[in-house]
Nanobody, 124 residues
């Protein structure tokens, strides 16, 4: 299974912005849905954003602040994060939906090709 490679994380003050990138292959980007998740130590991986040809989706915790986008020609997935809060601190991962037709799932077990993640730390 081809892995994705995330980058763009770092340390930022509350209220600041970061843009994460995720590079994959043609195979991973042929998935019907791509997504971003995040995880803090001791907690389960949390859904952050997804994108399909029909549009994108977000949980309430990041809606209006985060924007997911993709460049299919370059096989790159992005996550623009604005108005960052201390609770956004986590390791961020991108992933590809593993089935032929997207079900709308936000469960991390339905996604694969996980990379090593990129750390985002927001100082208050």
């Amino acid at each position: 299974q081809v892995q994705l490679v995330e980058s763009g994380g770092g340390l930022v003050q509350a209220g600041g912005s970061l843009r994460l990138s995720c590079v994959g292959s043609g195979d991973t980007f042929s998935s019907p849905a791509m997504a971003w998740f995040r995880q803090v130590p001791g907690k389960e991986r949390e859904f952050v954003a997804s994108i399909t040809p029909r549009g994108d989706a977000y949980p309430e915790s990041v809606k209006g602040r985060f924007t997911i986008s993709r460049d299919n020609a370059k096989h790159v997935l992005y996550l623009q994060m604005n108005s960052l809060k201390s609770e956004d601190t986590a390791v961020y991962y991108c992933a590809a939906f593993q089935r032929k037709y997207y079900t709308g799932s936000v469960r991390d077990t339905d996604f694969g090709s996980w990379g090593q993640g990129t750390q985002v730390t927001v100082s208050s």
